[in-house]
Each structure stands twice: as C-alpha cells, then as structure tokens.
C-alpha cells in the first residue's frame, strides 16, 4: 500500500492537444497518465465508424497519441488509463500491441469490455430527457453504459501498463487507481467521494489549468500557447495537491479549481457517477504555492442502483451555409438575405434556424440590440431526414452571390449527418464488465 | 449600476438539454452580492432567449459560489441542436452581462 499516488491527465477531451500527455509523461514522475477522450457523442460517431469497418471504431486520434507515448510510458515506468477504446476496446488494443511490436516494446494490454449494451435493449426503454420509448426517436444505432471502478479494477490488478476502456464515468478513470494503490475500501464511500472530487478536477485535463477560464482582461493567463495539462498526488485521507509540469505555461489557481468544480455538474450536492453519490458542496481549496493547490474535503453517500447509459439515434442531416456582409447596411443586408433564404426553402425543414453572426448568434437579440457592428456574418442552417435536401440550405446561400443584396463575400457550405444522444437508466445487475489481457 | 463582469466570473457546462452555470466573485466578500443580486427568477429572466425552462439556484457557502442549472435551455441538446454554439459555452459571459446594484 503506497502513502500516495501521483496521476497526470493528458487529455480532457478526443480532440484534445498530443503534447501535453508527452511533457507529463517525461516530466511529471507520474505513475498513472489518464487521457479522458470520450463525450456522450463521441462514443455513437464511434459506433457508426464501426458499422462500417469492423476494425475501427476507436478514437480516431489513438495511432497519434500513442506513436511518441509508448516508449515514454515504458521508460518512465507509468501505467495508461484511457478510454479511447470507444467503441471497440479490443481492436484499439490490438491496434496499441502492434505498435508495440513495430518499436520492440514489450507490454500487456488490458481491456476493459461490456459497457456495450445495444444487443439487451428492446426499444421500449424509457428515455430520461424526454419521458418516451427510445425507439421513437428515430434508427437507434449504440447504447453504451458508464462503467465505474468495479469494470477498472481487474485490470489495475493484473500486470498491464495500458488499459483500455470503452465507455466508463470520466471520475472512475482517477477513483480507480487511487483505490488500487492507496489500499481503500470501495466500499467507504467518504473516501470514494474525496477521490470522484479530485477526478472531476483533473479529466478536462487544461481546464484546470487555465484553459477554458482565460480572459486577459479580467483573467490574464501566461503561456496559453504551451499549456501545461495537470497533475495531482492523492493522499491516504482522500485529500490532494494538484500541480503541472514546471515551465509549462497556463496557471493552477483557487479561481480555476472553482470553475473547473462546478463544470457541468447539475447539483453540487449530489454528484452521480456509477461509483458514488459525491457531495462537492464541502470541498476546501487551499494555494499552497505558485501553481499548487491542496484539495481537501468532499463526502461521498451510497452508490447509484442503476447506471446511466447513452443511447445514439440517428437523426438526419443538417446542412449549413455562411455569407458575409461588411459597411454601411451591413446590418439591414444580412438580414435582406436571411428572409430571402426563409421565404424560399424554410417550409422544406424540420428545423430551420438564421442567425446573425457578430451580432446575435450567441447571446440572442436582446443582450445585442444596442449593437451595429462593421461586418456581419449570416448563418442559415436546416435539418431534414433527406441528405439531398439539407445540400440546399448550403446551395441557396451561395446562390446569394448573383441574386442576393450587394457585397455578399466569402460563402461556404456544408452538410453534417446528425447522431442523436439520450439517456436511459439500467440495473446495475445486468452489466457484466470483464477483462481480457493482450500480450 | 454595474455589470456582473467587474466582481465574478463563471463557466458555463451542460448535460443533455440543461445548462449549467457557475458564479464565482473575485473577492470572497463579493459573495453576499451575488446572494442579493442574483436571484434564480432573475437569471431566467436575464437568459430568456435561451432558457426555456426552470432555473434551479445552487448555494456554495464554503466555496463562496452560486451554481445556476437551467433546464430546457440548449434548444434540444448538444447533439442536435442547431444553434451555432450548441454546447452553450459562450452563454457564461451572457451572464456576465447583467447589470446589479
């Protein structure tokens, strides 16, 4: 049983920044790197890439990641905890041992399987955002399950240096190997929350460290352009310091652990992952020193009968054009060309929208109206179940060019299928999460 | 009259169809303002072009924080949405924007 653990995050989210995971791997003394790359849309994107070629399906950054990280994971003595298996663990990890073998590295691979639940669902599940059938939403085409430490645990306790995982609750990702080191009890649900607490502060990875919080005005943040991602040493009471790599930029502050507490979390008082209900409402942040900040506090009561899991449906195309006007009118112009778009093809859509862009797309008319700015940009959108029909909204746009108001620049089009998320809730007793060690 | 912006920052997230917003002062002693100020009923008024539901507000005495979660509030969902910024990130600094005493 070790006095403490040292965990780094990489990655917060599939798209994240490679370099990071690399500059904590070589200098952060970490034993565990985690990269959290899994969002509730991500992992049915995923499944679709599946459909079509039965050996991808895994995040599509993995090859990138992991070219410069393997021989780092294996120098350094760190063990990987990821989920960019998506949706298909296996192959990512065959993908993982032969890179491996292409470097002359030897390691085990540890998959963590069965948050894959599509084949027990009949249609009729109740769906928690809207109170209807799932299968009247449309083509279901995945449901995945969050899996918790009871999935991880196996596979910390064999020998592999990299796991694997498909969909599992981001705090698990952290909970797990401070429960395998620190010797808790999964069972002393105080400690599970301390630990869920400090997950939750470090899997959006620069979040904490600046990113998504710099304002330079109000918020100014040095050496946003080599953001430094974070790391935390846990302690045997649950209790934290969380820290980054010296000389790498961005800032670890009482602010940015705030901000980064609170992130997407419905109710503070009662945090849900598959591990525990976590109370974050009596978390103490201390600055210890520049860049270093003890975490402390947190409780946790019970873990939740039944576990969340997404379900994708498919859910048409949405297709997009953009057209600019700048100068005098600029204003009175866009807004000619969005009725003229409206008038022509909006009784075509299920949903049609026209924003201004510099003006009000993001905050609405109200919070802009006393607002007339040089250029404007205009943005029309639609969805519809017909792939040919939502080119229009793209080709109607351009056509403004040659029959729109004067001094249109700059038009682009294009078109996106959609994937739908819901939720559903399962009994804990029907997953049946398991391992399997490659290598 | 002033606006949010000069004493509190925020970060905006969301889960499905709800948005959730924190509200942090700069200065601890800022709190009780945001207390007075910053009322649930006026955040769903202030954020009514794109809250469509019940505003729930959260009190964080020992974090010195409000948590705002607004139900029916990113059109349909990130998934599906057709806003331009269909996570709502940017809705934060939307409430920033309101003025208090």
């Known amino acids: 049983m070790k006095e403490k653990i040292r965990i780094g995050c990489g990655a917060g989210f599939s798209g994240d920044r490679i370099e990071p995971a690399l500059v904590l791997?070589?200098?952060?003394?970490?034993?565990?790197?985690?990269?959290?790359?899994?969002?509730?849309?991500?992992i049915a994107l995923a499944q679709k890439r599946k459909q079509q070629d039965p050996r991808l399906g895994y995040d599509p950054l993995l090859e990138r990641r992991m070219e410069e990280l393997l021989p780092l994971l294996v120098k350094n003595n760190t063990r990987l905890i990821t989920n960019m298996g998506a949706a298909n663990p296996m192959a990512a990890a065959q993908k993982i041992m032969d890179m491996a073998k292409k470097k002359n590295i030897h390691i085990k691979v540890a998959v963590v399987?069965?948050?894959?639940?599509?084949?027990?669902?009949?249609?009729?599940?109740?769906?928690?955002?809207?109170?209807?059938?799932?299968?009247?939403?449309?083509?279901?085409?995945s449901a995945n399950a969050y899996l918790g430490i009871d999935a991880l645990l196996p596979a910390l306790q064999s020998d592999a240096q990299v796991i694997i995982t498909g969909r599992v609750a981001d705090p698990s990702l952290f909970l797990a190997p401070m429960i395998f080191e620190l010797g808790w009890d999964p069972h002393n649900f105080d400690l599970l929350g301390k630990g869920t607490v400090i997950g939750h502060l470090l899997e959006c990875a620069g979040q904490i460290t600046g990113g998504y919080f710099a304002d330079p005005v109000t918020k100014p943040v040095e050496g946003m352009e080599k953001l430094g991602h974070p790391y935390v040493d846990v302690f045997q009471d649950g209790s934290g310091i969380i820290s980054?790599?010296?000389?790498?930029?961005?800032?670890?502050?009482?602010?940015?652990?705030?901000?980064?507490?609170?992130?997407e979390v419905i109710d503070p008082f009662n945090y849900f992952t598959p591990d525990v209900i976590a109370d974050f409402s009596t978390v103490i942040l201390e600055q210890l020193e520049a860049d270093k900040?003890?975490?402390?506090?947190?409780?946790?009561?019970?873990?939740p009968d039944k576990?969340?899991?997404?379900?994708?449906?498919?859910?048409?195309?949405?297709?997009?054009?953009?057209?600019?006007?700048?100068?005098?009118?600029?204003?009175?112009?866009?807004?000619?060309?969005?009725?003229?778009?409206?008038?022509?093809?909006?009784?075509?859509?299920?949903?049609?929208?026209?924003?201004?862009?510099?003006?009000?797309a993001l905050h609405g008319h109200e919070l802009s109206a006393s607002c007339n700015p040089y250029e404007i940009r205009l943005r029309v959108v639609g969805r519809t179940a017909d792939k040919e029909k939502a080119l229009w909204v793209g080709e109607?746009?351009?056509?403004?060019?040659?029959?729109?108001?004067?001094?249109?620049?700059?038009?682009?089009?294009?078109?996106?299928?959609?994937?739908?998320v819901i939720s559903i809730l399962m009994d804990r007793e029907k997953l049946n999460p398991e391992i399997e060690i490659l290598g | 009259m002033k606006k949010l912006a000069k004493i509190a920052h925020s970060r905006a997230g969301d889960k499905g169809n709800t948005l959730i917003l924190s509200l942090i002062p700069y200065e601890e002693k800022d709190y009780p303002v945001l207390l007075r100020e910053v009322t649930a009923e006026r955040v769903?008024?202030?954020?009514?072009?794109?809250?469509?539901?019940?505003?729930?507000?959260?009190?964080?005495?020992?974090?010195?924080?409000?948590?705002?979660?607004?139900h029916e509030a990113l059109t349909s969902?990130?998934?599906?949405?057709?806003?331009?910024?269909?996570?709502?990130k940017s809705l934060s600094y939307a409430l920033l924007e309101m003025e208090i005493e």
């Open chain 2, 44 to 70: 769903k008024k202030h954020l009514a072009f794109q809250v469509k539901g019940e505003v729930v507000r959260h009190e964080l005495p020992l974090l010195k924080a409000l948590l705002f979660t607004c």
């Open chain 1, 396 to 420: 109607e746009v351009e056509a403004l060019y040659t029959n729109g108001p004067a001094g249109g620049g700059g038009a682009r089009k294009n078109v996106q299928e959609i994937v739908g």
């Open chain 1, 25 to 42: 791997t070589e200098k952060g003394k970490l034993g565990y790197l985690v990269l959290e790359c899994l969002a509730e849309r991500t």
């Open chain 1, 113 to 141: 399987l069965g948050d894959d639940v599509f084949d027990q669902l009949n249609g009729d599940e109740i769906s928690l955002e809207g109170g209807k059938p799932i299968k009247s939403y449309g083509n279901l085409i």
């Open chain 1, 293 to 303: 900040i003890r975490v402390d506090g947190g409780n946790g009561k019970v873990r």
């Open chain 1, 244 to 263: 980054k790599v010296e000389g790498t930029g961005g800032q670890v502050t009482i602010r940015t652990a705030k901000e980064q507490l609170l992130y």
């Open chain 1, 307 to 360: 576990l969340k899991v997404s379900v994708g449906y498919q859910a048409g195309y949405i297709g997009e054009g953009e057209i600019s006007y700048a100068g005098a009118h600029a204003k009175e112009r866009a807004i000619m060309a969005g009725e003229i778009i409206e008038k022509r093809i909006k009784h075509f859509f299920d949903e049609f929208r026209i924003d201004y862009i510099g003006l009000s």
């Open chain 2, 77 to 88: 969902g990130v998934t599906t949405s057709l806003a331009l910024d269909a996570h709502g």
